[in-house]
């Protein structure tokens, strides 16, 4: 039995809703320059910036997202929605013919990505989009450690959820015959602290900054969430 089988754990994700649009507010570049967010989902954060003045290049491999951050778009004035352009793409393989002056993932976007592998791409792609000394920065909801064993505190796979882990701006509309029923609940994969690390550096990438949540504070273990900025490593 390979580690970590037999002992899954159900796993949950509560975060403040727009706690973290000032942490990502810090780091838009001056104008005129540009930021690319990969996994827009809804537009929750992309509108908050734009209205800051952000010029954003939003991007998101859901049909259903892209529609609804449309319409948060839509609901913009007409200069704050010429300041956002929104795209469909796969994030794994996206590339974009030039860079920004910072890359965001908000919204634990990272989490979509199904294994390591598509999280070096994830990375791989911002890493690629990234200009001179321009940072990325993404949270993401991390496994507690009251939920991996003694020997999985390092290098292992990533626990897998028992069931799906639901956060609210991942939902899409169910369809076909049960599409009165209501929501289908996307499945987002928890990724521990090392795995992040290890994906950065396959990436070209650093952290320099971890903080816990969207407070301000460094990152500890067993903090839920964090907040990391990257660069391109010199």
Known sequence: MKRGEG????????????????????????????????GSADGRVVRALVKRGAQVTAVDPSLRMVARAEEARGELAPDAQGRWQLMRADLRSL?????FGAVFAPQNAVALMGSRADLEALFATAAAHLGPEAPFVFDLALPPPRYLALEEEGPHDAVASERTVFTPHL????????????????????????????????AGLQAHTRDGAFEGRAWKPGDAVMLVVAHLRQ
């Not at 899954?8 to 967010?37: I, N």
């Not at 590339?95 to 860079?99: A, V």
């Not at 169910?174 to 602290?193: C, Q, S, V």
């Not at 795995?195 to 396959?202: F, G, R, S, T, Y």
């Open 7 to 38: 002992r899954r754990r159900v796993l949950s994700l509560v975060s403040d809703v727009d706690a973290d649009v000032g942490r990502y507010a810090e780091h838009l570049p001056p104008a005129p320059g540009e930021v690319l967010v990969l």
């Open 95 to 99: 590339r974009l013919p030039r860079r």
């Open 171 to 202: 939902r899409e509309t169910r369809r076909g015959a049960n599409a009165d029923t209501g929501i289908r609940r996307l499945l987002l994969r928890p990724f521990t602290a090392w795995e992040v690390d290890a994906a950065l550096a396959a």
